[in-house]
């Protein structure tokens, strides 16, 4: 359904994106009906995307594309802007590190990480949140962070370590079916040659120490082999790249990864607590 409020809120490429497809179906002469029979929508479809009252969506920058994009490939090089600007305001400078990445040594501690989130486990954690967002918000975050999982398949690989609080396995979020279904994705997950999970289990802190007890981290390694750090905490976010801190935050992942279970273990871990959920 559009929203008025959607006017008001559209960032710089979703305008772009809307007047390019306006003039461009102006240039060929065409209705908004006409244009919509092309891609697959309805006029008014094309009407709310034109005056911005609907976000344009990923597969309308597809069909844009195919039926006024001619070839140029304009409306291609606006989904990543158009998908940058649908993600929270705290994550936009750090999601086009993450995709670039050489490699990722992440540690959640409180939910899963997103990007390893299937979708209905994001759904739910993000129509959950506070303030509360409206449906259409919550539909652009979830496809924003599905987005994400492009780095899976990326060529040049992307090579992907996940330590997850034992913690995050055993908190239900959704219904049981979600996270069942969230457990066994993580599964799938672990099979794939660049990625590594682990868990740090509930009793890591018996001997005295536990590594994971300052929270959530995201490791990055960049193209051009620098290193930072990532976190992120109430909707506030702090990307770091002085080298003296970014070093302290390696070393502690590596103690939190050295207190998880290994991968064979932490993966029977996790195919038990799946079934528990049936």
């Given at each position: 359904m559009a929203r008025a409020e959607n006017k008001e809120t559209a960032g710089p490429a979703a305008r772009m994106a809307a007047a390019v497809a306006k003039r461009l179906r102006l240039k060929k002469g065409w209705t908004q009906e006409q244009s919509g029979?092309?891609?697959?929508?309805?006029?008014?479809?094309?009407?709310?995307?034109?005056?911005?009252?609907?976000?344009?969506?990923?597969?309308?920058?597809?069909?844009?594309?195919?039926?006024?994009?001619?070839?140029?490939?304009?409306?291609?090089?606006?989904?990543?802007?158009v998908r940058l600007e649908k993600l929270p305001e705290q994550f936009r400078g750090y999601a086009p590190i993450e995709q670039k990445a050489v490699s990722l040594c992440l540690y959640a501690s409180h939910v899963v990480h997103g990007l390893f989130q299937t979708e209905e486990y994001a759904r739910a954690l993000i129509a959950g949140g506070y303030p509360e967002p409206t449906p259409e918000r919550v539909e652009e975050l979830v496809g924003g962070r599905m987005a994400r999982k492009a780095l899976f398949d990326r060529k040049p690989t992307c090579e992907i370590e996940l330590v997850l609080d034992e913690s995050v396995l055993r908190r239900p979020i959704g219904s049981e079916e979600i996270t069942r279904d969230q457990l066994a994705y993580l599964v799938e997950c672990a099979q794939r040659r660049n990625v590594n999970l682990q868990v740090l289990p509930l009793n890591a802190g018996l001997g005295g120490e536990y590594a994971g007890a300052r929270g959530e981290l995201n490791l990055v390694e960049t193209p051009t082999h620098d290193r930072v750090s990532f976190l992120e905490i109430q909707g506030e976010s702090l990307l770091i790249t002085e080298r003296a801190k970014v070093s302290t935050h390696s070393q502690r992942y590596a103690k939190i990864r050295a207190q998880a279970l290994d991968p064979r273990g932490s993966l029977g871990l996790i195919e038990r607590l799946a079934g528990e959920q049936r």
């Open positions: 029979a092309r891609m697959g929508y309805t006029g008014a479809a094309i009407s709310a995307m034109e005056c911005l009252s609907q976000p344009v969506s990923d597969e309308m920058l597809v069909k844009l594309e195919e039926v006024l994009g001619d070839g140029t490939g304009i409306f291609e090089e606006m989904r990543e802007l």
